[in-house]
């Protein structure tokens, strides 16, 4: 079926992602997005000069996606507790495991790009997610001796491992229920009060 010409850019954005995430970014040609889509070759080349610009735009379209979340949570008036339970939302259904294979296909494909992914990450995500720590520790939700970074990185880390499709499925789990287990643990411990009291 082909796409009014107003939605063609975002039809091949979006079919672009699933078949870079499903097949690799080298194997799938512009040929193939565009029978699929019912539209011609040139029609795409005229919305993208390369297949490499419909990766940038793929990859920033969800960059941005994941800023605006993040920034939005940041500039709530809610506690530490309630941010850092709302950046485990977005970890759960922003993050998943096409997410995944389409930053690894950047990083194996065009590492320039993967650079200023890895950037926006470090600088912009991480960092936003670790001043909500420090921001907990000061007002007495989260304890001192516990480092932000090692806190996020370690979260993104154990959330990512789990977010595997054939672990979801053997477990049957949900993308949002892991990272929700998974903050549960982190925040919580696993020890009841009598285990603590052991």
């Keep these: 079926m082909v796409p009014h010409p107003d939605n063609v850019r975002q039809a091949v954005l979006e ?21 699929e889509l019912g539209i011609s070759k040139k029609t795409v080349y005229k919305l993208f000069p390369s297949k490499e610009e419909i990766l940038r735009e793929v990859v920033f379209n969800k960059m941005t996606t994941l800023v605006e979340a993040f920034e939005k949570i940041q500039s709530l008036k809610d506690s530490s507790v309630d941010k850092v339970q709302a950046i485990s939302q977005i970890v759960g259904t922003q993050i998943d495991e096409r997410w995944q294979r389409i930053l690894i296909e950047v990083r194996l494909n065009a590492p320039a790009l993967f650079k200023e992914v890895d950037g926006i990450i470090q600088h912009r995500l991480a ?7 420090i921001e907990g520790q000061k007002n007495g939700w989260i304890r001192k001796d516990i480092d932000p970074v090692v806190f996020t990185t370690a979260y993104v880390g154990v959330v990512r491992e789990l977010m595997k499709s054939d672990f979801l499925t053997k477990h049957a789990l949900s993308e949002s229920e892991v990272p929700k287990q998974v903050l549960k643990m982190f925040t919580e411990g696993i020890l009841t009060e009598k285990g603590r009291k052991r």
């Design 15 to 35: 079919l672009s992602y699933e078949k870079f995430a499903q097949h690799g970014f080298k194997k799938v040609t512009i040929d193939e997005i565009a029978t």
């Design 127 to 133: 960092l936003g997610w670790q001043k909500i720590i």
